[in-house]
Structures are given as structure tokens and as C-alpha cells.
């Protein structure tokens, strides 16, 4: 059926109400949407499939790498400032998918942001670090065939910072982050060494590098690109690519997940915690069961949907079903909370068993002894 | 007769009329009068017994040092953009200086901050940096007691330089640069960290540090002090300490020496052009022989008279008797132009024949092959 599940229902299960504003905000940009690509992709993922990433920049490039069998690569990182939750985990998911696609794979741990933004020592960060690696590892992340760094040791990036630093105007990292000190600016260069380390002659040279991120990332990919550009002559760069997912909204309904609202959960949380979290989410039903019965629910506003829609309900004929059961008012948020809950304590328990084979591998990896 | 030359005369030959201003612009910002301290310094400087050393901030430390036999560092660095000059020749007598007073002595190649600020390729700093550690060995820096580096290269400093980045608001920034690009702004936290790096471990831990600078560089020694104060709890530092010099004029007379108005030379220069731009400099001089004669000369706004009292003539009794004879009218601009030129001929010639022999010992330091 998919992806042009649109075809069978007059609605789409993989959209949301926000899709409208992306579009109409970040066309603007230069941002291409992902759908006119999707046929062309050999083995989408999951994300792409229900059009949870919904733009990129460039990812022609990246296709006609893999159809070639050209070496390409992907990056992307974590601010190692808390543990994985739902939104970690996707950019997580993505990075392995490229890596089973065939990208060399670049995994950074970006604890010189997690200073300078979060004020999180290197010390602390190690710790993180490491806990966040295993997370990878428990998800499937092929070490041998990974390249897994902390911003801090990797002299190679930090170089890079210092060569883009005389072409990083303060205008531009105000209209990045508004006003703030030197570190965070400091921060934005070497993320952007991040980006093109892949391209450095140590690994292979300039190549195109997809970096999967959230849309609330794109100034960070808008502003890479153009270093890349300035920096063209003296290494050669090719741009990097992107592809831009939809962002989680809060469990209480609210667009973002935030760590003052308590509004998520992450792998980290008792059992009990994700449960309850879970149950008292806010959902998209109606004010009684008989108008819920009658009206069917709103699975585009519900942030349960959402959990199953990005994470949780694997194959797209069960998400169909939950989406139609929902709207037909077959499905109650009583009953669609418990299955839930159900899914969700299995993928943690399971996660947690893998997990804890990796910490060692992990704490090697980052050359920890 | 020194240091108390104003008793044996009017008016003082190691002044200048830009004296009153500094000591009226810079005495809101902190800085101390170096005179009152000069009596206690074991063995003054050049610098110090002739004024031009007029302010410092917490040089008692050193002086306190230097008493009691303890360890004490000194650093200094040269932004490897030209030749040396008779600029960057008094940094580098004062280092020198200090390291003969027992310092721990540090010279830093300011590469990064070339890139920044001149857009100097590090491979052009490297040959520059070659050239000038050459000069300072040629001057008597004694390498075997000297930690001579490239800031590119130092990765402590740049670990540094991340670490007080958190501390560095815009409007700090704003206030050393103006408006200008990251690049800069962080090769200024780089510069904090060549000031502190004499006080990490591996270099024996916190010890007071004396930074011997133009006014013009006051900024950074404040900056640098401000971070010590707020990183003091991480690394026990001990605020640096600095010595402030007078800046020489331009050989035309204007206040500071500019590459754009070409109003000075180079050790590199040939001597045809050294002659050349002293015979053309600036003087003191009246309009006529026989008004000067009359009136004297007025060595305080003479390019020749000062690089004569910063450099050339080492004997205090000697200058002394320069100014004298040019206030009364008995030494000419004309004579007194010979006399610098026959100096300065001498000393650059053997300062190149000195030279030639550190080019490959300035390679072996800079760690080139």
C-alpha cells in the first residue's frame, strides 16, 4: 500500500497538523520536500515511508551514490547532556539505516556543546557518553564499521573550527542563537567540523555525507553548507546533504519535548514512570466516550498516536489500522494507552537486556580505559 | 645617576610627551606606576631603570618571586606575520630579560591568531615562526630553559581556550574587537589560555606569571585576569601579572609604527633601506640650523631620539648625554642621524651573522624536520 497510502484514504495517517506550517515555513529556506524522492530510494526507511522526513538539501546526491555504489557517508551525534529518549532515538534509528544502507558511518559525541550550551563538565560528559554509545550499540549500530568520537579529543574537528572560524560572522551566529557567549559560537564551528570531517583526506577525502536531523537543525546544515563553500578551494568539499524529520511533540500535547515540563520519558525511566507517564497523556479524544463513539477521536493532535506513528507500531498496515480504528471511533484512548504501554515496556525491557551487554564495548570504543 | 635622573636634570630624557596621557587614560583601568617598585627589583632592565616599563599590574608577585627564590614564569609570543621589528625587539628583550632573572619562560608562536586576524596560512606562519624564534635565539633566548610553541600545536591552550569560552560574553568581545568574526573572538581565548597555560600541571601547577606587553595589549591581560578570577576554583590560578611598555613612534613622527604607512623597518630589511628610512625619518628639529642652535632640538617628539633610548644606546650616561647635547642645541639632526645609522648597521649586521647559525636549531625547537 505504501508509500501512496493517500490513494486509499481521504486522509493521511502520516501526516500531521503541522506539516502545513514545515512546508509553508521552510520552502523559503531551500528546502526540497522528501515525497518526489521516495520511488527512487532503494529500501526507504521507516521514516520516509510515512513521510516523518519530509525534507532534505541534496539528497540526490546520496541516492546517486548508493545506485552507483559510490562511498558516501553519514553523521550525526548526540549532546550527551541526559539519556536517549524518543527524540534521540529517531536521529539514532536513522544513522544505523544509513549504515545499512552502506555510508560510513560518523558518530560524535558533542560534549563541547554540552559544555558550552549546558554547562555539563567533560568529566560528566564522559560518563554520558558512554551510556549513550551503548544505547547505540543496543540498537544495532555496527562499531566495526562506525567512526565514534567525542568533539574533545578529536583534534581534527577542532582544526576545522579554528580554519571556519575567520568565515563565521556575528551576524549570522546571532540569527543562529541570538546573543550569547563566545562558547556557543564556538560550539557552532565545530559542529560544523563535525559535518565535514567525513571529507577530511584521513578518511577518503570529499565524498557526499548525509546528516539526518530534526528541522529545528537545518541553520546548523544551513551554515555547514556555506562554510563548505567558502572552504571549497582549499579542501574540496562537496556540501553535505540532509534529511529533515518532523519533531516529537510533548506527551502533555505541547510541539516540543522539554525537560522543564517533564512532557517525555526516556529509556532511562522506571518502568512505573514510562507507564504512568503514558497514561496521563494528553491524547486526541473527545470529552465523553458516546461523543468519541460518535465523532471518532483526532490521532493528528494525540501524542500516543504520534509514539506509535514514530516508534513504537512497526509495520505500516497496524499503524493504518490504529489511525482508521481511531477515527471511526472504534479505538478508545483507554484501550489505545494500555496497548501502548504494552509495546512500549517491551521495547524498554528488551532494550535495557541488550543494553547492558554493550557498556563495555562502549566504554572501549571511546577509548575509556 | 639613574634611576633618579630627574634630580640631575629639569625635565626627563627617558620621557615623552605621550606619557601624561597614558598615565591619565590607564589609571582608571587599574593599572599601577611601575616606578615606585623599581628600587626593589634585583637587577632592573633597561626597560625598567629608563621609564619605559611605566605601569604593570601585580608585579609585586614577581617581585616577591624573585626574592624569595621562588618559581615564577614569564611569556610572551610574536604573531608570526613579518619580520621582527623594533616592536617586537622589545618583547623580546624583555623576555629574554626575565628568563636571566630565573623565570620559566614560555614563547608562543601566536599562529592561530594570525589565521584569524591576518589571514596567514599556517603553513606561512610556519616558515615565518622558523624565522622569528631564529631572531630570539640570535637575541640570547636560551631554548634549552624555554618552552617555545605554536598555539596550532599546543593543544592544552586550545583545551583552554574551549573551557573559557563559557565565560566570554559578546560584549567583552565587543569591547577588546569591535565587531568582528568569531574566528577572532576565539583566537582571543586562545591568547587567555598561552597566558594561563604556565600555571597547569604539567608545567608545576599555579605560579605567578609576568606578561610583558604595550598598553596597547592591556585589554587581553584584563580579559585573561577576568578569566583566571572565574576559573580560579577549577585551577587554583594565580591572577598573571604584567609589565606595560611605552609603544615606539612611527620613523615619520606618527604615534605607532604601521605597515600601511611603511614608517619603520625590518631586521630583514637591507641595510640600504635602513639607512635610507632613518636618514628620511622624522626629528625633533627646528626649522633652520640657526634657530637650533639656539632653541635646541626637542628629543620627545623624535623618532631617532627614542629608538636610540629603546634600543640602540645601552648606556644610560650615554643618552643622557644625547639629550642633553640635542636640547642645547650642540648635536644636529644631521649628526645625530649618522651616529644612529653607523649603530644600527652594526648591530643589525651582527645580529644576521648571529642569526644564521639558529635557523636550524629555530626548525629543531618548532619541531620541523
Do not use: W
Amino acid at each position: 500500500m505504501l508509500p501512496d497510502s493517500n490513494k486509499k484514504t481521504e486522509i493521511d495517517p502520516f501526516g500531521t497538523s503541522i506539516v502545513a506550517d514545515y512546508e509553508r515555513l521552510y520552502k523559503e529556506f531551500g528546502i526540497e520536500p522528501f515525497k518526489p524522492l521516495l520511488s527512487k530510494v532503494p529500501t526507504p526507511s521507516f521514516y520516509m515511508r510515512r513521510g516523518i522526513i519530509f525534507g532534505h538539501r541534496d539528497f540526490d546526491r546520496i541516492l546517486s551514490a548508493m545506485h552507483k555504489h559510490e562511498e558516501f557517508a553519514v553523521l550525526s551525534g548526540i549532546k550527551p547532556t541526559g539519556e536517549f529518549h524518543l527524540g534521540t532515538l529517531m536521529t539514532a534509528k536513522e544513522i544505523i539505516y544509513f549504515q545499512q544502507q552502506g555510508a560510513q558511518t560518523f558518530y560524535c559525541i558533542a560534549d563541547i556543546e554540552a559544555y558550552e550550551d549546558n554547562k555539563i563538565s567533560f568529566k560528566k560528559s564522559e560518563k554520558i557518553a558512554v551510556d549513550n554509545v551503548a544505547d547505540m550499540l543496543a540498537l544495532g549500530l555496527d562499531p566495526k564499521r562506525s567512526y565514534i568520537y567525542r568533539q574533545s579529543k578529536e583534534i581534527r574537528v577542532r582544526d576545522l573550527a579554528i580554519i571556519f572560524g575567520r568565515a563565521a560572522t556575528l551576524a549570522t551566529m546571532k540569527a543562529i542563537y541570538g546573543k550569547r557567549h563566545i562558547g556557543l559560537y564556538l560550539s557552532a564551528l565545530v559542529q560544523a567540523g563535525d559535518i565535514l570531517l567525513p571529507q577530511l583526506e584521513s578518511f577518503g577525502g570529499p565524498k557526499a555525507t548525509v546528516i539526518p536531523v530534526g528541522i529545528d537543525q537545518d541553520p546548523h546544515i544551513r551554515f555547514t553548507r556555506d562554510l563548505a563553500q567558502r572552504f571549497h578551494r582549499k579542501y574540496n568539499f562537496i556540501l553535505p546533504s540532509s534529511t529533515l524529520h518532523k519533531l516529537m511533540k510533548g506527551l502533555d500535547g505541547s510541539p516540543k519535548m522539554s525537560k522543564r515540563q517533564m512532557n517525555y520519558f526516556t529509556l532511562h525511566d522506571s518502568l512505573e514512570t514510562i507507564k504512568e507517564r503514558i497514561s496521563n497523556a494528553f491524547t486526541g479524544g473527545r470529552a465523553t466516550i458516546k461523543e468519541q463513539r460518535e465523532l471518532g477521536g483526532i490521532p493528528e493532535i494525540c501524542p500516543v498516536y504520534e509514539m506509535c506513528l514514530f516508534h513504537f507500531v512497526e509495520d505500516d498496515d497496524d499503524i493504518v489500522k490504529i489511525y482508521h480504528d481511531c477515527k471511526t471511533g472504534k479505538l478508545l484512548c483507554g484501550e489505545h494507552k494500555k496497548q501502548t504501554i504494552e509495546i512500549v515496556l517491551k521495547f524498554v525491557k528488551e532494550h535495557r537486556r541488550k543494553k547492558k551487554k554493550f557498556i563495555d564495548k562502549a566504554r572501549e570504543v571511546l577509548q575509556l580505559e
